[in-house]
């Protein structure tokens, strides 16, 4: 549907779990083990409408009308995220429908206040995903670039024995890492 690659569902998983609390925390332990287990993230179809799904996971952020989580694993269905993560390493579905539950975002960026309204009529829910997606995919590459640089800018500082320019861009690196 809106992400088809590994790559970009990894990137999508994270994109969810960075901008939104979730309205079960440790369902993120869930999202975490599906994006570093290729073999699980390929069989992924992210969808809104689970209700044919023999196997399936629900797992909403806060401000959404959505219940907060579940997981249902050939029609059974599992409620604590260590079950969760023990069925999908012991029994792993053929294919793993996955509906990350967000709220729209409250503002956008490219229009004014008064035609947020007819751009959320006009754009489906898929447009609205990848637009989404998208913007996140770029942010993550923007700050992955942005930490390379800042590395290469230490290393310098260490080989020309600048401890002020080094302890500043540390800062900078560790504020880099703590924002995400």
């Known amino acids: 549907m809106i992400a088809n690659t590994l790559a970009e569902k990894r990137e ?4 969810f779990i960075r901008t939104n609390r979730l309205k079960k925390p440790e369902a993120s332990r869930v999202l975490d083990f599906i994006k570093d287990n290729k073999n699980l993230l390929s069989r992924v179809q992210f969808t809104n409408k689970l209700s044919n799904q ?7 952020a806060v401000y959404t009308n959505t219940f907060p989580f579940d997981f249902r ?3 059974v269905n599992y409620g604590s995220v260590d079950q969760v993560i023990h069925q999908l390493k ?7 429908a996955i509906w990350l539950s967000f709220a729209s975002p409250p503002h956008c960026r490219f229009c ?20 989404l997606l ?3 995919v770029r942010t993550v590459n923007q700050r992955e670039a942005y930490r ?3 590395l290469k800018k230490i290393d310098q500082a260490l080989d020309e024995k600048n401890s002020q320019e080094f302890e500043r861009l540390s800062q900078e690196l560790r504020k880099l890492v703590y924002e995400t």
């Open 73 to 75: 694993l050939s029609n």
């Open 112 to 131: 004014p206040r008064s035609k947020r309204k007819q751009l959320q009529a006009s754009l489906t829910p898929d447009s609205q995903a990848q637009r």
């Open 12 to 15: 999508f998983i994270i994109w």
């Open 134 to 136: 998208v913007e996140a």
């Open 54 to 60: 023999p196997d399936a996971l629900l797992v909403s």
């Open 148 to 150: 390379r640089t800042l």
């Open 90 to 96: 012991t029994n792993p579905p053929k294919r793993l």
